[in-house]
């Protein structure tokens, strides 16, 4: 049993709701929909790199908006971001405020999550999301020396106005609201260091995290309870720390209560190394809890064609089982709000907040387990982005993925697709799990998400049935062959 | 400072002395070249499948070899080996107990290393070096499925029978000999479960290492002193508990005194991990020694054509410098024996082990930091083998090497080679590192290790120098360019 940890993002709620997002029902309703859910503790999101709440640290949403900025119908979704949050202020309405109560009253914990570095449509200087601050200091982006994507124009934490700036901004959330903690969330965006100062920004958002501590201190003297302080960090201890965001060193020194193994944002990532999080913060009592994107892509936008790469119920239930089963303390999912649907509709929406990291409710259910790979990693790494992978006639080549533990009765299925293959042959390509044969059984239909091409499949033999990782191998007799996606599906 | 750990393999001696390995003299000069070197344990290893020194639990050298067995020319060392030890065996001389004792006499650690699992020749059935006990239980192989390369012809340490067989020849070093400690070398090769059963597997070799450690203690009453146990595991501690060599769990448990985290053979690997060693093994006592291979390739043989891939001095300095920073407690060198002449003359070898982690007589020479390659890693997992890597025209590529710390008056220079280019012009390709750009200088000599194409140099800006990690970017203007070779050197 591990219980979600749902992150509500700082516009979705408002350009969902438009001009309804200040009637109090409607307050209340948005809490109250996650009452009697597995949803355990909830983290508001208030900012980007402008808040939507009343601010003196920083800047509201609606601030430093011209008629310009927001001319394109593309930015209707943000008008009604900024309406409702003007609407909401002009009422006296501090949302956050009314929903920490209210998830009080479920007994959901109230927690906030306060984006470190957002560079949302970092591409268009005009863009209204963009902070005054941001703006002004062009000399603070990260990457000085390259500009291809957005990260590389994320702030660089080295300069002390950046973090104190930031720091400014985590203050007054302390000051404004009363939750049972708040995490700094390093994951949006995962860059704050330029290129190869990655050692020297650990050591500086070390002191950044220790001072976020110090002021939980003194705050738990205000409120009267104890505060604590989470983080989002990349997927693996190591490229925390490669990054320069040391999770395991974090929690070692006391400045975090849990931390949130994250992917970035091109894809969930079902193979987070939650064993070696809980080692490597063992006897400090800080939680992991490994999270879950909304998409789901065997490799990285804009390469992936396939129109739907949302994670289902089957793969939520994949990954969330391995995680358990790999000593997972909760499920954090990021990007699961209500009314989300492109990716699922409302009944689905209950499923997803109701059944994620139940085991029993979970258990004996179809799941899915499909291949990813990591989107963020430290500069100069090698990805781990294996597909599309060309195989090699008659050389072996393995993939794994980790399924978590078994039951005995489960039939499992290999799934895999071919780039531009739609008459595979039951010989033409010999796969093999944990080195056992696999039997070919044929073309094989699954709902979404799925590759373009055919998806073929091979039955797990009895032999071969065992719990975490399986290696599964695959032996090409074919002159050419791309591997396109790979799952193992348990029904 | 570093002390050097040295391995001495089970063959080199015997076959490089001949005729002359029971002279008391040679036994003698052998063992006193090391003195008033760096070197401050030695590791004498007598065994692969079968033994350099007379046995009950397993089989001498010479036992079993058939006359068509040894027929080939190419079987000369193996015939002066086998002489060398038969010889020895005639005259009563334990060569090993000798060795040992002379080591006390000039104050280095005798410890003794145990190859787990030896596969030299495997695709040879007949070959000599080859055991009863291997080549009797063709059934115990770990990879039933697959025969693609020697380590798939590796035991299957989930097999009790395996387990018992290399136990009672760990119990014989005990009993034959009185070392400070010995090693459990698993890097010998490197893979001792069934594809897949990893997980299975490093319950196993945690059991086996516990009982090491029980056998250790048995036979400290008999000689009256501490014995240590150590141990050859793969890179980093992620790579080492992924295929069931769980290094940190024994340093944990209490179960080794050190950890040699160690590439395979195909090459040396600059690049381990030792700050993640030591921060996992923390208050536990256990030392880190990182390996240095002998060789040094940018990626696998054979696809590496350069004539000469071993390390250098310069090379060596390089790695040696870049652990010791990132907290080494020693440095361990692998195949780093005498009158190994293709990779250096005697002279050589002199300066090797005296200067070789020793800080002091390294400082302010030339060093080189060349990208290479973890040459092991669990079954299923991306390879880190980046080059040759294909550049893509004005997209940026970027690779990091780790230097340790920096002197500030030290020119360093950035070293690279494409496939097939001798005429590189200065702006064909944009060269950063730590987002500095750098000067194009031209064509680079240098002394072996090189790649057979043209060598070009960059200068590293003054801003751009740092210690730790370096990240050199490439921005190529050029339609097609494959680079091949890429290191730093420090002057």
Redesign the interface.
């Not at 065992?466 to 191998?473: D, F, T």
């Given at each position: 049993m591990a219980g979600i940890w749902l992150n509500e993002d700082n516009s979705h709620y408002f350009f969902k709701r438009g001009a309804n997002a200040a009637d109090p029902d409607k307050i209340r309703d948005f809490i109250m929909q996650y009452r009697g859910t597995n949803v355990e503790r909830m983290l508001l999101n208030g900012n980007a790199q402008k808040t939507s709440y009343v601010t003196k640290a920083g800047e509201i949403i609606y601030d430093n908006v011209t008629d310009d900025m927001i001319a394109s119908e593309r930015l209707q979704s943000f008008k009604n971001w900024s309406n409702a949050v003007r609407l909401l202020v002009e009422r006296g309405i501090d949302v956050y405020a009314e929903w920490i109560k209210l998830l009080r009253e479920i007994n959901i914990s109230p927690w906030m999550s306060m984006r470190m570095n957002d560079v949302h449509n970092a591409d268009n200087t005009d863009d209204p999301m963009h902070s005054m601050f941001y703006k002004q200091h062009l000399d603070y982006r990260r990457?000085?020396?390259?500009d291809?994507k957005w990260e590389d124009r994320q702030l660089n934490y080295l300069i002390e106005d950046v973090r104190e700036y930031h720091f400014g901004i985590l203050r007054e959330y302390f000051e404004k609201y009363d939750f049972d903690g708040i995490e700094l969330d390093w994951m949006r965006f995962g860059n704050h260091f330029?290129?190869?100062?990655?050692?020297?920004g650990r050591t500086v958002l070390d002191g950044f995290m220790k001072s976020a501590r110090e002021l939980a201190d003194e705050y738990e003297k205000v409120r009267g309870h104890r505060i604590e302080i989470g983080a989002r960090v990349p997927v693996?201890p190591?490229y925390a720390?490669?990054m320069g965001m040391d999770g395991?060193g974090w929690a070692l020194a006391g400045y975090v209560a849990n931390l949130v193994p994250s992917p970035f944002w091109h894809t969930s990532q079902a193979d987070i190394?939650v064993e070696?999080w809980k080692?490597?913060v063992a006897g400090t009592g800080c939680l992991i809890a490994p999270c879950l994107e909304i998409c789901l892509r065997q490799y990285a936008f804009p390469k992936c064609k396939n129109e739907f790469q949302f994670n289902s119920i089957e793969t939520i239930r994949g990954a969330a089982h391995s995680f358990i089963d790999r000593g997972a303390d909760a499920i954090y999912t990021f990007n699961y709000m209500d009314m989300q649907r492109y990716a699922y509709d409302d009944e689905g929406y209950k499923k997803i907040i109701t059944e994620t990291g139940d085991v029993e409710s979970m258990k004996g259910k179809r799941r899915r387990h499909v291949l990813t790979f990591s989107d963020r990693r430290?500069?100069?790494?090698?990805?781990?982005e294996?597909l599309p992978f060309e195989l090699k006639k008659n050389?072996?080549a393995?993939?794994?993925i980790h399924t978590g533990n078994m039951l005995k009765n489960e039939t499992r299925l290999v799934l895999m697709s071919f780039k531009d293959v739609y008459d595979l042959g039951e010989n033409d390509i010999k796969v093999?799990?944990?080195?056992?044969?696999c039997e070919f059984i044929g073309a094989y239909y699954t709902e979404n998400p799925r590759p373009i091409d055919t998806l073929y499949a091979w039955i797990v033999p009895k032999e071969?049935h065992?719990?975490?990782?399986?290696?599964?191998?695959l032996?090409s007799g074919l002159d050419e062959a791309v591997l396109d996606w790979i799952e193992m599906l348990v029904d």
């Open positions: 990457a000085m020396h390259r291809e330029p290129v190869g100062y990655e050692d020297e693996s190591e720390y490669d395991v190394p070696r080692r490597q430290p500069e100069g790494v090698v990805s781990d294996i050389i072996f393995g993939f794994r093999f799990i944990n080195g056992e044969r071969a065992k719990n975490g990782y399986q290696v599964i191998e032996d």
